[in-house]
């Protein structure tokens, strides 16, 4: 069955920078689009990012343009997400979706990044 | 990339349906027919439970079923159960290559 794992997040710094990693199994990973996905503390979700199957194309909210970047590496089967720049409102929970058969099939448990001084 | 319009609760009594709205615009629910909706238990991920409008993923109960008219999707839950009780999203796919998820509405079982 599809697993998806997240791991990296943390306490950071305003301006600081972290990266969240989304370990993938139970599938054919790089066949596959993934996505980045945040829920701020009691709040709603936000897509983030997506990237294609092989790394071809990479979108992104308003939000975290030019802050963030989404990558892969499809010989270990991991999504990456780096963030630069962090600032408060970035504090959230980072959920890893996939897209196999449809957007956001499946997501992982969700790692915790708390920006704050 | 203003996020798609749900109202903020619905409630209903057990074995009663409920719809769930989700307005956006012609960039986004009324020109693609990629709406999704996502139902998500307090501490645990978000769960597909209806894709491109109407599809149900294998394992999701025939009470949820999704349609779009214009601009605006909904989410009918038929035959409510105290295990709907839960918050539910929408997302569309938008012409700016993007994705928006709705505001999120709470569902309460009387």
């Known amino acids: 069955q599809v697993q998806l794992v997240e791991s990296g997040g943390g306490v950071v710094q305003p301006g600081g920078s972290l990266r969240l990693s989304c370990a993938a199994s139970?599938?054919?990973?790089?066949?596959?689009?993934m996505h980045w996905v945040r829920q701020a503390p009691g709040k709603g979700l936000e897509w983030v990012a997506f990237?294609?199957?092989?790394?071809?194309?990479?979108y992104y909210a308003d939000s975290v343009k030019g802050r963030f970047t989404i990558s892969r590496d499809n010989s270990k089967n991991t999504l990456y997400l780096q963030m630069n720049s962090l600032r408060p409102e970035d504090t959230a929970v980072y959920y890893c979706?996939?897209?196999?058969?449809?957007?956001?099939?499946?997501w992982g448990q969700g790692t915790l990044v708390t920006v704050s001084s | 990339q203003s996020a798609l319009t749900q109202p903020a609760s619905v409630s209903g009594s057990p074995g009663q349906s409920i719809t769930i709205s989700c307005t956006g615009t012609?960039?986004?629910?009324?020109?693609?027919?990629?709406v999704s909706w996502y139902q998500q238990h307090p501490g645990k991920a978000p769960k597909l439970m209806i894709y491109?409008?109407?599809k149900r993923p294998s394992g999701v109960s025939n009470r949820f079923s999704g349609s779009k008219s214009g601009n605006t999707a909904s989410l009918t839950i038929s035959g409510l159960q105290a295990e709907d009780e839960a918050d539910y999203y929408c997302?569309?796919?938008?012409?700016?290559?993007?994705?928006?998820f709705g505001t999120g509405t709470k569902v309460t079982v009387l």
């Open positions: 139970g599938f054919t990973f790089s066949s596959y689009g």
């Open positions: 997302s569309s796919y938008t012409s700016s290559s993007t994705y928006v």
């Open positions: 990237i294609r199957y092989d790394g071809s194309n990479k």
């Open positions: 979706a996939s897209r196999i058969a449809a957007d956001f099939k499946d």
């Open positions: 491109d409008v109407s």
């Open positions: 012609s960039s986004d629910v009324g020109g693609y027919n990629y």
